[in-house]
């Protein structure tokens, strides 16, 4: 049944008072003949920023405005949602999307796309919403798991005077770990393949009808932690769409940006929280793209503003009373914020959670707490805070609860948890008595995917995640601790499939009311300096260098070096790899590397910075005359095996051989005095040679040796004792 229009009568007196910006004051070109032109307005991920704010969101009104705007010129216009409309400030919370519903039907939309936050309040909650809209809420992919048949409808066509308009609806696959299990419960939402073969079933069905235009009105975003399902891999793979509207990722995509043109599809995307809203002229089966912004546009229509405003003072009415203040800034971004490190709101939202399971349990019997910094929506500022703040940063309605898991759990779902860090991730954990730290430096390695999930299991657990701690104690694998957290990562929402079916024990204390309980009875209404930084709990060791990436042949022998404090960078956050490397640094990096076997009295920085190369050199009867001349390569393998023999006679360990010899094509360019060193290094795995294509190898020994090169001689040097140490 439709939502009544009632309202429009008891606000007949407010609109004759109220006073809107004309629509003169939107300084974005709006003016010229549009006569013959379709004009597709399109919004995404607007979190219920349905109010204007001035310069910083247009609001609903505006969208509305913007659509007569373009109507006044001769368009038609399509106005259209890619999703994420429901949910996200008090505004539309409170009524668990209704409001959200009634002002899209007054803006006028034509179509919206099912977000993953449409299911916030659960299926059945957004089932009543699709009936109260006055426009098609579009799904292709999401299937009824038993009939394998889809829950929404699939597709609208239009009938405009530039031709047949086809638009079809796509959700993302990570719908099923963002929502609340609960909540989708018996729903499928095709992924990866099969979403393709979705998406390009929707544009055959659509061509076949006779569409002009095809329009694919998505909610997948282009986030890395999205990949394999983003807008960016499914244009890869289905051809005849012409236009796609994206969401998920609050990314800004200008469609007539060159990046943004994708096998002759134009990818469009406005933001989040109406910052912008995107109008894609088609005329003459040409499509151009456009962002109004809210510094440009500040038009309104009245009737809707008057809606939102009614709605809006009724919400600040019931939340607008102070229960607290903070005296800091609490970070609740996105990145850098809680979805990339530990912050002070992060910390603040485990400490309060992690306080109130210890009401219900004892202060015993809860050993530490973790709340995934998706759930964490907004920062709240230095001032007053209100119910509007909580529920704004909490707006989900989760609850406090316990879990009991074994410490090898808990290490997979950290794991999990941080598997794209430093990259952004919703379900990157906020802890209160853990500490640990995530090596960036490593790449994840997927196991298998989890089940009904676009996530993978970690295939070794404490890879990146090391030195965890429980209560200030080292993390024992075997031991069962209880853990607090909320009832979403509790039954194994996003990456923390880990936890799902674990015993669980349900506070039923709502994680805001949490907040507001910890605030009054433990800080004494005052966030203060306790949570003046985010620092100390988690450790994020990242990639220092921006020209070392995981693809180089190189990467992990750079990496390691600069670990353990033998190779640092040129400057900046410069490595240099293909830099020139002189003999005294090469020298310098292998004395740093054996202090047991060559002490460590001699300097390698400073003004004497040359101390231990010069060392090295007469202690290893080098004989090099230039120690400041770029080293060759024969020259590096040579010092290297010189430099591997006194370890050996140091250690009385004995390197043995480990690859076949290899007759380098060039071994006749070899100096004399070094060939014998350069083949027995080689055949210890200290060197492997240049590939020449046809199976053989050459050395290019008078060829000058490169930062990258020697951190590999380094790297593979350390190895030769490893395996020196294993036979």
């Known amino acids: 049944m439709k939502q009544s229009r009632f309202l429009s009568i008891l606000l007949a007196a407010v609109l004759l008072l109220s006073v809107v910006a004309p629509a003169g004051a939107a300084d974005v070109g709006q003016t010229g003949d549009l006569t013959g032109s379709l004009v597709i307005l399109h919004t995404n991920d607007t979190h219920g920023a349905d109010l204007a704010v001035a310069g910083t969101s247009i609001g609903t009104a505006g969208v509305a405005q913007l659509k007569k705007d373009y109507e006044a010129r001769g368009a038609e216009v399509l106005l259209l949602s890619a999703g994420d409309a429901v949910q996200g400030t008090p505004l539309v919370n409170l009524s668990q999307g209704a409001s959200a519903v009634e002002f899209m039907n007054a803006a006028g939309y034509d179509a919206m796309a099912a977000g993953n936050h449409e299911f916030d309040w659960g299926y059945d909650n957004l089932k009543s919403l699709v009936a109260d809209m006055d426009f098609p809420f579009l799904a292709a992919n999401i299937l009824d798991t038993a009939t394998k048949k889809p829950v929404f409808q699939a597709n609208k066509i239009f009938e405009t005077k530039a031709g047949k308009v086809g638009v079809f609806g796509l959700a993302t696959p990570e719908t099923m770990t963002k929502a609340h299990p609960d909540k989708v419960k018996g729903l499928t939402i095709l992924m990866g393949d099969e979403l393709f073969a979705s998406a390009q079933a929707q544009v055959k069905e659509l061509k076949d009808a006779g569409c002009d235009l095809i329009i694919a009105l998505g909610h997948l975003g282009i986030d890395e932690e999205s990949a394999g399902n983003r807008s960016t891999d499914l244009l890869a793979k289905v051809t005849g769409i012409d236009l796609f509207i994206d969401g998920h990722s609050h990314s800004v995509l200008d469609g007539n940006a060159k990046e943004n043109q994708i096998g002759g599809t134009m990818l469009v995307s406005t933001g989040t929280a109406l910052a912008n809203v995107g109008a ?111 529920k704004t940063v909490f707006p989900f309605g989760n609850a406090v609860t316990t879990i009991s898991v074994t410490g090898a759990q808990l290490l997979e779902a950290l794991e999990a948890a941080t598997y794209c860090t430093p990259t952004a991730v919703g379900a990157f954990p906020q802890v209160s008595g853990l500490t640990f730290t995530i090596d960036t430096t490593v790449e994840y390695e997927n196991g298998p995917l989890y089940p009904d999930s ?31 957290t909320n009832d979403f990562t509790a039954a194994g929402g996003d990456t923390y499939y880990v936890f799902k079916g674990l015993p669980s024990y349900n506070t039923t204390v709502a994680l805001e009311d949490a907040l507001v309980n910890y605030t009054a009875k433990v800080l004494g209404g005052v966030i203060g300096d306790q949570y003046a930084t985010g620092e100390g709990r988690i450790t994020v060791i990242t990639n220092p260098f921006s020209d070392v990436g995981f693809d180089d042949w190189y990467y992990s022998a750079v990496i390691t070096a600069y670990k353990d404090g033998l190779m640092l960078g ?104 070094y060939a014998q060193s350069v083949t027995w290094f080689q055949s210890v795995g200290g060197i492997n040679g240049i590939p020449n294509g046809d199976g053989s190898y050459s050395y290019n020994p008078d060829g000058i040796a490169t930062r990258s090169q020697a951190a590999q001689i380094v790297y593979n040097l350390s190895h030769v004792l490893e395996l020196s140490k294993a036979s």
Do not use: C
């Not at 404490?462 to 853990?483: A, M």
């Not at 590397?593 to 202690?619: I, S, V």
């Open 280 to 390: 894609v002229t088609y005329k003459d089966k040409q499509l151009t793209a456009k962002l109004i912004s809210a510094a440009d546009y500040s038009a309104a229509d009245s009737e809707v503003a008057a809606l939102v405003a009614t709605v809006n003072d009724k919400v600040e009415a019931q939340l607008s009373a102070k229960f607290a203040e903070t005296k800091v800034l609490l970070n609740g971004e996105r990145s850098p914020g809680v979805r990339t490190q530990s912050t002070n709101l992060g910390n603040f939202a485990a400490d309060a959670i992690l306080w109130s399971a210890r009401q219900f349990l004892g202060d015993s019997a809860v050993d530490a707490a973790i709340t995934n910094g998706g759930g964490i929506r907004a920062s709240i500022k230095v001032g007053d805070v209100t119910m509007k703040d909580m």
């Open 454 to 484: 676009t996530y993978h299991a970690p295939a070794k657990p404490g890879t990146r995640v090391l030195n965890v701690t429980v209560g200030g104690k080292p993390l024992d694998l075997e031991k069962t601790y209880v853990i607090a």
């Open 570 to 673: 040129v400057g900046g956050d410069s490595y240099g790899a293909k830099a020139e490397f002189t003999t005294a640094s090469y020298l310098t990096v292998l004395y740093r590397m054996y202090p047991e076997t060559f002490g460590t009295d001699k300097a390698t920085t400073g003004a004497k910075w040359d101390e231990a190369a010069k060392y090295l050199n007469e202690h290893l009867a080098l004989n090099i005359e230039s120690l400041n001349a770029p080293i060759s390569r024969e020259l590096m393998a040579h010092v290297a095996a010189q430099v591997l023999k006194a370890v050996q006679e140091k250690t009385g360990l004995t390197a043995k051989a480990v690859n076949e010899a290899i007759a380098f094509t060039d071994l006749a360019e070899i100096d004399e005095g």
